[in-house]
């Protein structure tokens, strides 16, 4: 059975220090960061520790060590300088399985309220709370560069270098930061340093502010966009009649300008672009939640977890042998779901390749699909040879309609070849269109600049500048 604990919650400040003078024992005392150690050490706290975990430690097994001598109805004191105290991930651990009874909460300062002069100087914007501990081993930041954040108590050069990594992923190396210093002499102050000169601070930080940078880079500004433009009474009369139907062509067309993008290697277009196919989205999940359907945390939650779940050789203990590996386990776990899902007997694995697919990339994606589960040719021999065998059907076809079928069967085999190659047929088509495109336009450039007639060109004249246009291939 587990023991019993009597937890006393402080926030930092005068308030603190009353209660803490009034108390007679302590057994264990826990302070957040070094402000509040050094407000321990003043008041000559006994047992006083600073929070610290050892390596990759949880919160959880720090306190699990922390309290493992402590003797039945032992008295914790934990002192932190977070605001709101519910946001300090040590706090909320040590309160778990304490009763409500057996925990006094003394609020303390808000040491943030020093900003208050300075916060004129930047738009209002939502502000975001965030206890250092919930950036550790992050990849993206859980905020948007839309929000001005506070991030509580970064104490070791390395979870300062982290957490600047994490900002330089939405924010400009010149972006202004403020950090709250505790210095050696015991002094505080706010500081102000470019965000590329942050990790070179060498004092503990007991709070690093971050003004927002914009107020339309975030996905929830571009929804409320959205909705707005859809709003019965004031929004665009274009966008409220729209529907899921209306829409189909536009999220097309804006599939292949990103394409198209991709193809010229343009990432000016190619961002423009991407920016065309979430508008899409959006709408769509706007138009969805507007009818009760589903919202656009439900399409974000959705593929959350599928991506989770058919990545457990990342999130999980699985363990794989390279990429052919993690692709087959993809496809068996896709298999698991249909089966949850009670559509198993209904779907099959090439159900997922959509029939509007062009044919070119649907053809590859079917390969694709067959080949994860073993339907596949042991090395590239076979593949060519498969090549001239439909090849040779295409020759000796005895009618239109078998040599029609003869030339699918040749494009499917070809398909197969550029699969092998690991390339992507619908891509490799369309550089070679885009190649043929520009040759074309330079013979039609090249007669009009000659004052020929490209009806009265024979086939000689225009290879001839066939080849000169080669020469400006990229």
Same mark, same amino acid.
Not at 115 to 143: G, I, R
Not at 209 to 221: A, N, Q
Not at 291 to 305: H, K, P
């Given at each position: 059975?587990?023991?019993?604990?009597?937890?006393?919650?402080?926030?930092?400040?005068?308030?603190?220090?009353?209660?803490?003078?009034?108390?007679?024992?302590?057994?264990?005392?826990?302070?957040?960061?070094?402000?509040?150690?050094?407000?321990?050490?003043?008041?000559?706290?006994?047992?006083?520790?600073?929070?610290?975990?050892?390596?990759?430690?949880?919160?959880?097994?720090?306190?699990?060590?922390?309290?493992?001598?402590?003797?039945?109805?032992?008295?914790?004191?934990?002192?932190?300088?977070?605001?709101?105290?519910?946001?300090?991930?040590?706090?909320?651990?040590?309160?778990?399985?304490?009763?409500?009874?057996?925990?006094?909460?003394?609020?303390?300062?808000?040491?943030?309220?020093?900003?208050?002069?300075?916060?004129?100087?930047?738009?209002?914007?939502?502000?975001?709370?965030?206890?250092?501990?919930?950036?550790?081993?992050?990849?993206?930041?859980?905020?948007?560069?839309?929000?001005?954040?506070?991030?509580?108590?970064?104490?070791?050069?390395?979870?300062?270098?982290?957490?600047?990594?994490?900002?330089?992923?939405?924010?400009?190396?010149?972006?202004?930061?403020?950090?709250?210093?505790?210095?050696?002499?015991?002094?505080?102050?706010?500081?102000?340093?470019?965000?590329?000169?942050?990790?070179?601070?060498?004092?503990?930080?007991?709070?690093?502010?971050?003004?927002?940078?914009?107020?339309?880079?975030?996905?929830?500004?571009?929804?409320?966009?959205?909705?707005?433009?859809?709003?019965?009474?004031?929004?665009?009369?274009?966008?409220?009649?729209?529907?899921?139907?209306?829409?189909?062509?536009?999220?097309?067309?804006?599939?292949?300008?990103?394409?198209?993008?991709?193809?010229?290697?343009?990432?000016?277009?190619?961002?423009?672009?991407?920016?065309?196919?979430?508008?899409?989205?959006?709408?769509?999940?706007?138009?969805?939640?507007?009818?009760?359907?589903?919202?656009?945390?439900?399409?974000?939650?959705?593929?959350?977890?599928?991506?989770?779940?058919?990545?457990?050789?990342?999130? $999980? /203990?699985?363990?794989?042998?390279?990429?052919? %590996?993690?692709?087959?386990? =993809? +496809?068996?776990? *896709?298999?698991?779901?249909?089966?949850?899902?009670?559509?198993?007997?209904?779907?099959?694995?090439?159900?997922?390749?959509?029939?509007?697919?062009?044919?070119?990339?649907?053809?590859?994606?079917?390969?694709?699909?067959?080949?994860?589960?073993?339907?596949?040719?042991?090395?590239?021999?076979?593949?060519?040879?498969?090549?001239?065998?439909?090849?040779?059907?295409?020759?000796?076809?005895?009618?239109?309609?078998?040599?029609?079928?003869?030339?699918?069967?040749?494009?499917?085999?070809?398909?197969?070849?550029?699969?092998?190659?690991?390339?992507?047929?619908?891509?490799?088509?369309?550089?070679?269109?885009?190649?043929?495109?520009?040759?074309?336009?330079?013979?039609?450039?090249?007669?009009?600049?000659?004052? $020929? /007639?490209?009806?009265?060109?024979?086939?000689? %004249?225009?290879?001839?500048? =066939? +080849?000169?246009? *080669?020469?400006?291939?990229?």
């Amino acid at each position: 059975m587990a023991k019993k604990y009597k937890l006393i919650y402080c926030g930092v400040g005068a308030e603190a220090i009353e209660h803490i003078r009034s108390l007679k024992t302590v057994d264990l005392a826990i302070a957040r960061g070094t402000t509040a150690m050094n407000l321990l050490t003043m008041e000559h706290i006994p047992n006083a520790t600073l929070f610290a975990k050892k390596g990759d430690q949880t919160v959880v097994q720090w306190k699990n060590e922390m309290i493992a001598g402590l003797k039945e109805n032992a008295s914790i004191l934990y002192l932190t300088p977070i605001v709101p105290m519910i946001a300090d991930q040590v706090g909320w651990s040590l309160s778990q399985s304490i009763p409500s009874s057996d925990i006094i909460i003394h609020r303390g300062e808000d040491l943030a309220f020093g900003l208050a002069s300075l916060l004129a100087n930047y738009p209002q914007s939502p502000l975001v709370t965030v206890d250092s501990l919930v950036l550790e081993n992050k990849h993206h930041p859980p905020f948007s560069p839309d929000n001005s954040i506070l991030i509580y108590t970064i104490e070791t050069q390395d979870t300062l270098l982290e957490i600047q990594k994490l900002l330089s992923g939405l924010f400009p190396q010149d972006h202004l930061v403020h950090p709250l210093i505790h210095k050696a002499d015991g002094e505080m102050s706010w500081n102000k340093c470019a965000l590329s000169q942050l990790g070179e601070i060498t004092h503990p930080i007991t709070i690093l502010f971050v003004p927002s940078l914009t107020h339309d880079s975030s996905l929830e500004s571009f929804q409320e966009i959205i909705a707005h433009l859809r709003a019965p009474e004031d929004g665009c009369p274009w966008d409220k009649k729209q529907t899921h139907d209306s829409l189909r062509t536009y999220l097309l067309e804006e599939t292949y300008e990103a394409l198209d993008a991709l193809d010229k290697h343009d990432l000016g277009s190619l961002k423009e672009e991407l920016g065309d196919i979430l508008l899409q989205i959006l709408l769509h999940s706007q138009i969805a939640a507007e009818a009760g359907e589903f919202s656009m945390a439900d399409v974000l939650s959705g593929i959350n977890r599928k991506i989770v779940y058919r990545h457990p050789h990342v999130f $999980k /203990d699985w363990v794989v042998d390279g990429e052919k %590996e993690v692709v087959q386990n =993809w +496809e068996s776990l *896709k298999g698991q779901e249909r089966l949850t899902n009670g559509d198993e007997s209904r779907k099959g694995m090439l159900d997922g390749v959509p029939i509007s697919y062009p044919a070119l990339a649907q053809a590859q994606a079917i390969q694709d699909r067959a080949a994860r589960v073993g339907f596949d040719w042991p090395d590239i021999g076979p593949v060519l040879d498969k090549v001239m065998e439909e090849l040779e059907e295409v020759r000796t076809a005895s009618t239109d309609e078998e040599r029609a079928k003869e030339l699918g069967d040749l494009l499917f085999a070809l398909v197969n070849v550029v699969r092998w190659y690991k390339v992507d047929s619908e891509s490799a088509l369309r550089q070679t269109n885009l190649k043929f495109r520009k040759r074309f336009a330079y013979i039609e450039e090249q007669a009009r600049l000659s004052g $020929k /007639d490209m009806q009265k060109m024979t086939l000689a %004249e225009m290879d001839e500048f =066939w +080849e000169q246009a *080669k020469e400006f291939d990229v």
